[in-house]
Structure formats: C-alpha cells, structure tokens
C-alpha cells in the first residue's frame, strides 16, 4: 500500500460538501486529487481504458456474467479480524453466511452485509474484503449472506434468505454476543435493494428488529419506470469531458429490454412491488435510519437520490454521500480507489451517529 493511495483515504475523510437538499442531509465528496469536474476519477478512467473494446454483439452467458462479477481488492485491515462460515437454517434453504469478527470481548452491533450482483450474480468472496473493513471500522460483528440467486431461485426466494438471516441474528443475539436493539443492514446494488426490502418487510410484520440501513448505490425501481419524482434522464448527469465513454459507462445499467428483471421476477411479481422496487412503497414512513451512497456517473444514481428523498419526506432520518468520478461497483475496488474503504469508513460512522 503506497503512501499517495493512504493520503488520498485521508483526504476524502474530510474533503467534502454538506447541504440540506430536499430535506435530505447531503454530502459530496470530490475526486481527491483533482479540481477537475464532469469527468471521471483518474483511476476508473485508467481501469475502463484498460478493458479491450469488443467489436462482437454481446451475447447472455450466465455462468459468464457470474465469472466476470467483481474485481481482485485488498484487505486494508489494520487489526485481527476473525472469519467464520456457518449455515443458517431456514425453512426452505440451508443459507451459507460468513462471519467478521473485531477482536473484542464486548457485546457488538451487528451489520448483516447482502453483495450486489444483479441478483443472478456475486459472491460472499468478492465483498469479504468490504466486510472485514466494515468490522473493523464500526467495531461490529458483520455478517456476510450468501442468499440463493436467480434464475434458478427467482424472487422472493433471496430476499426470504436475507430476512431469515436477520430473524437468526435476533434470536442467536447471546450466542453471538451481540446486542439484539443494534441490528444494521447494508448491501451493494442489488444487495441494496435487498436491505431494504428487508426493512420492509421488517415494518410490515411489526418485528421492527431493524436500526439502521446502508444502501450503496441500490437498486430501488427494477424497470426504471418514471414517477412524480424520478424519470431517467442522461441529461442530468454533468459530462464536460470524455463524452462518449462517460455516456457509455452510465447507460450500462441500463435494462432497456427488461432481461435482467425477468430473469430474477420470472412473472412472481410486477417490477412495481415495493418488495421488488421500494422507490413504488406507498410510504416508507418508520423505516429505520438510512445512508444512501451513490456513484456520480452510474445509471442508478438518480433513482438512489429519488430514494433518498422519499425516506426524508417520509420523516425517516436519511443522509445522502455522493462520490463524484465514480462509476458503479466501485466498492469492489477496495484497495484501489480510496473512494472504497472510504465508503466504508462513513457507513460505520453513520451506524454510530444515526442510531443514537
């Protein structure tokens, strides 16, 4: 770890502009070693030059997509973190989680950690080095969940795997020795989608078990579908250079045909089920305390702000920390852009402010 890469986490630490927007608590964060504005951080810029441009029609291969899901990161721990696999049983699955533990001897918080990947993709080793970070800066046990994907468990089955894993953490709280009124959920994309869903559901059978949500660049409205205070528009991105290849990096995400919301939903659900897309919840009033983290040039930036501003205005306390320069799943890239373990740093911090 060189030291220009450490001085660039120190400088995001503190490099930031706060405002009130919409009534959500807002914060964004520059490239920390740029003035540069519209364009991408030097290092995603680096990263998409270095991908050979295919002259093919992409083509749909799932044990492909999967394969490619993720990137090499580093641990950047600076303490013992202890790792354990486990199986939580469900009703209808066996759910293989793994477990992060801070060395103390203290009853912890506990942050059940859900990976993105489409819902068809991801796995609990592209974000054991995010989890582990996690533990370590919020002195909490996080708890890794490796939910059943689609196509072949379409919805709800991952999002029953996910809230089973909270059931067992309330009810295992003295084994784990962790303290059952701080139970946090967080995940990546489709991950974030999932906690919140979670929190959801949580509400909806009155267990309110959980306190606070980080929802990292989430998937929250599966077809795009535009509402009084979302439509999705390239327009509303700042692009003052690299034009073409910053359009393509955001309109990536982009499901145009619906492929990817039919392989998860499969006719389960209509895409506007809050529980598939909570930005169509008819209100999201008592949801715990949520961060809400969003890549400045990714598709699914303005449906996160949306989110955001939908909690704020249903009175749920909602911060919203901006990346600028970042593209999605930069989280993976721990290690290589200081954006990520920073990431990590503000969602234990806003375990530890928004939950008191």
């Known amino acids: 770890m060189h030291n220009s890469y450490q001085q660039l986490v120190n400088k995001l630490r503190t490099s930031r502009k706060v405002e009130n927007i919409n009534g959500v608590e807002t914060i964004t964060k520059p490239i920390p070693d740029t003035d540069v504005t519209g364009d991408l951080d030097p290092r995603v810029l680096a990263v998409i030059r270095s991908y050979a441009p295919s002259s093919e029609p992409p083509t749909f291969d799932l044990a492909g997509a999967r394969a490619s899901m993720g ?23 066996k759910i293989p989680v793994r477990l992060y533990r801070p060395a103390s001897t ?28 996690l533990a370590e800066k919020a002195n909490a046990l996080v708890v890794s969940v490796d939910y059943r994907l689609a196509p072949e468990h379409p919805f709800p089955e991952g999002l029953n795997d996910c809230f089973a894993a909270i059931e067992w953490v309330y009810t295992q709280a003295e084994e784990l020795n962790i303290d059952r009124h701080r139970i946090a959920v967080a995940g990546d994309s489709a991950g974030g989608n999932l906690a919140t869903a979670c929190c959801l559901m949580d509400r909806a059978q009155g267990t309110n078990w ?15 579908i535009p509402t009084d205070d979302y439509e999705w528009d390239i327009g509303q991105y700042e692009i003052g250079h690299n034009h073409e290849l910053i359009r393509g990096v955001v309109t990536a995400l ?39 983290i969003t890549a400045e040039y990714d ?14 205005r249903d009175g749920v306390k909602t911060r919203w920390i901006q990346y600028q320069g970042m593209d999605h799943a930069f989280m993976d890239k721990l290690g290589d852009y200081p954006q990520a373990e920073d990431c990590m740093t503000e969602i234990a911090n806003g375990l530890k402010e928004m939950t008191r």
Request: with cysteine; aromatic share 10%; proline share 8%.
């Open 71 to 93: 990137w090499p990161n580093a641990d950047v721990t600076t303490t013992e973190i202890t790792t354990e696999e486990m199986t939580i049983p469900s009703e209808t699955s």
């Open 106 to 133: 203290e009853t912890l918080p506990v942050i059940l950690f859900f990976h993105g990947g489409g819902f068809f993709g991801g796995t609990l080793d592209t974000v054991e080095n995010p989890c582990k970070l």
């Open 210 to 224: 959980i306190t606070f949500q980080a929802l990292i660049y989430p998937v929250v409205n599966l077809g795009s």
């Open 254 to 292: 982009a499901d145009a045909e619906g492929f990817f919301n039919e392989l998860y939903l499969q006719g389960k659900a209509d895409v506007t089920d809050p529980l598939v897309s909570p930005l169509f919840a008819e209100d999201v009033k008592g949801l715990p305390p949520a961060l809400v």
């Open 299 to 312: 598709y699914l930036r303005l449906e996160g702000e949306a989110y955001a501003r939908k909690l704020a």
